[in-house]
């Protein structure tokens, strides 16, 4: 019972971690310039990558590992197979900035410039995908109510 309220909980902490770090992220791409600002962008993502892994640990053994309803319960539920195909689109549109901010850390560890140029592309891939997350907030609660 304990393990089943505590990963209920983190699951939950992480929705509000993950919702903070994408609104965050995409407020310090914008206002991205030059390599100064690079840090707010770094504190946002690292607190995004966070959230994810507790989302996926959490929520994986949830509805695997006999915690909740059950796999078949979840696996028989139009609600779950909804919120993992928004996961997979919120991923798809997560690997390019993924890609240019592992670039970046890279580069300004060396102590090269990086060319910020896209920037603005980040934050708008980044915006795209808060409407994304809410909606899985909105399936996941018929989800767990068998709507
Ligand atoms: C691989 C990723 C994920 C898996 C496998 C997963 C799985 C689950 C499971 C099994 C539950 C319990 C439902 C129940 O009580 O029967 C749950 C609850 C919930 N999930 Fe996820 N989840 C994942 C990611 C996410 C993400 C990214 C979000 C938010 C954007 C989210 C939001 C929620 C919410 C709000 C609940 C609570 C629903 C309620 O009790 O009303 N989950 N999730």
Redo the contacts with the bound molecule.
Sequence with gaps: MMLRYSFAVL??LA?AI?IAAVYGRWRALRKVKGNADMAAVFHADNWYGVATII??VT??V??FAGL??GTEY?LGSHWFLG??GL?VIVFLLEIYPMVMLIRWRTALKKGTAIDVGSAPLLARLTLAELPL?IL??CM??A??RGL
């Design positions: 699951h939950l929705l993950g989302w996926l929520g994986l949830r509805a909740e309803k979840y919120k993992m996961f997350l899985m907030v996941a609660t989800m767990a």
